[in-house]
């Protein structure tokens, strides 16, 4: 296999070497990026990027809670993961769940005082996190490229989902 004639496998191209090696750099700085938030954010607030991630979405919900089913949805978690995760935060006193009026087999998920205390205590350190580790390390050029970037993979991986 050379650069110029790649091996073709049911129809498609497999990646070049610059592009393998593009694939990895991303992955492993996408990787490093990551952890070091994630260590931060953790550090900082006492709070993991799961916690930050439910936070974030009841934060935005309207009346600060959600269907599990549709947080789910929301942070990109499967049912049971949500479930276990949420358990924890429960516990925590960051979030209360309760059986959904309409839907008995279903459950609410609402943001408590302390919950909504924990995120925006631990919300200017992340954003300082993610200032100093991402934007602070590009051009305003490569961060717009970046997020054309991301968009387009999102879309990309969006369409692959739907039958």
């Known amino acids: ?3 110029a004639t790649p091996e073709r496998r049911g129809g498609r191209q497999l990646p070049t070497a610059d ?3 593009a694939w990895r750099d991303f992955i492993e700085t996408t990787e490093v990026l990551r952890s070091r938030i994630a260590s931060r954010l953790q550090a900082e607030s006492g709070l993991s990027p799961g916690d930050y991630a439910v936070l974030l979405a009841l934060t935005e919900a309207p009346d ?9 949805a929301h942070v990109g ?9 949420l358990g924890r935060m429960e516990r925590r006193g960051l979030i209360r769940r309760q059986e959904c009026a309409t839907d008995p087999r279903g459950a609410e998920v609402h943001l408590t005082p ?5 995120f925006r205590a631990s919300t200017v350190p992340h954003l300082r ?3 100093e580790l991402f ?3 590009l051009t305003p050029d490569q961060v717009r490229a ?3 970037i991301a968009a387009a993979l999102h879309a990309h991986l969006d369409a692959e989902r739907r039958p």
């Open 19 to 21: 592009e393998l090696r």
């Open 135 to 137: 934007v602070d390390a």
């Open 129 to 131: 996190a993610i200032r």
């Open 114 to 118: 302390a919950g909504a205390e924990s």
């Open 77 to 85: 978690w499967e049912r049971s993961r949500l479930s276990h995760h």
């Open 64 to 72: 600060q809670q959600m269907r599990s089913s549709e947080l789910a």
């Open 1 to 3: 296999m050379t650069k």
């Open 146 to 148: 970046a997020g054309g």
